[in-house]
């Protein structure tokens, strides 16, 4: 899914707002698979995808509504894509920043295609 959300140009990820993408991130089906990856940036657009039981959604919003630090452009490689501290994620936040670099995968020695 998200493949094909990246390869179409855009026109398939919905485009949410600031106060829309607080409420997806204060929703979840189960705290041990829901997990937030910025995936990256393409035409003033930041993409988000969202993993959970149900399986993961891609959403985008303005660049001037959710700036990133250190901005790329949107990749399918999913080593370079960064862990959000967002939803249940939140509770582990370090004090810095709200993300993380996705060592995820290094750790659970796991290929990417089958994450989570």
Not at 33 to 40: A, E, K, L, R
Not at 52 to 67: A, H, L, P
Request: hydrophobic content about 30%; charged content about 30%; aromatic content about 12%.
């Amino acid at each position: 899914m998200v493949f094909m959300a990246l390869c179409t140009g855009c026109t398939d990820t919905p485009i949410v707002t600031r106060s829309e993408l607080d409420q997806l991130k204060a929703t979840w089906k189960e705290p041990k698979v829901s997990i937030w990856y910025y995936v990256g940036t393409k035409d003033g657009c930041n993409y988000f995808t969202h993993w959970d039981v149900d399986g993961r959604k891609t959403y985008r919003i303005s660049d001037n509504e959710q700036k990133m630090e250190n901005p790329f452009t949107v990749t399918t490689d999913e080593k370079a894509w960064r862990v959000m501290y967002w939803g249940v994620q939140a509770k582990g936040k370090p004090k810095d920043r709200e993300w993380e670099p996705n060592q995820r995968l290094e750790r659970t020695g796991v290929p990417p295609a089958a994450q989570p």
